[in-house]
């Protein structure tokens, strides 16, 4: 933590965000930046589909545009993470492996949104975008956490 600071006041940006690093800290920054983007992604994906692909409020075209936008902020988050984030402890995984891992990883998270989306919209009617946003924050915790255990180990 003292590191992320000392980054951040000393106004070492270039350090911060593009150097590699093993600091988990730092590390999960990155992951939350790289997040954000990957969450516009998904968020205007999700809500194009819905309205121009999908512009029925039945509820089985809710889950495909999820699954649809979900891919498409998996492989934003997949390429921007390799670049930024666990640039310093990749292995000798090859891409395509990293890349199946990943959306393995991905893919619990996927049907954990699914899940609260079944229970929350189908269930309590709450609208299918506010459930996407609370589901999201869940989600980068397990992906975070589970590519850090299974994918981008320190030495």
Known sequence: MK???????????KQLFFEPTTNNVIQFFRYCFVGGIATVVEGASLWLIQHFIFSDSNTVF??????IAFVLGTVT?????????????????????????????????????????WCFNSKLGIHYMLVWAVSTILVLLWNY?????FIYKNK
Not at 62 to 67: G, I, R
Not at 145 to 149: D, E, G, P, S, T
């Open 3 to 13: 590191e992320l600071f000392s980054l951040l006041f000393t106004f070492k940006f």
């Open 62 to 67: 809710v889950y495909l545009s999820q699954a």
């Open 77 to 117: 988050n997949f390429f921007l993470s390799r670049l930024f984030v666990f640039q310093a402890n990749k292995k000798s995984m090859k891409a395509t492996g990293e890349f199946i891992v990943v959306f393995i990883i991905s893919a619990v998270g996927l049907l954990a949104k699914e899940f609260l989306l």
């Open 145 to 149: 956490v589970a590519r850090r255990l």
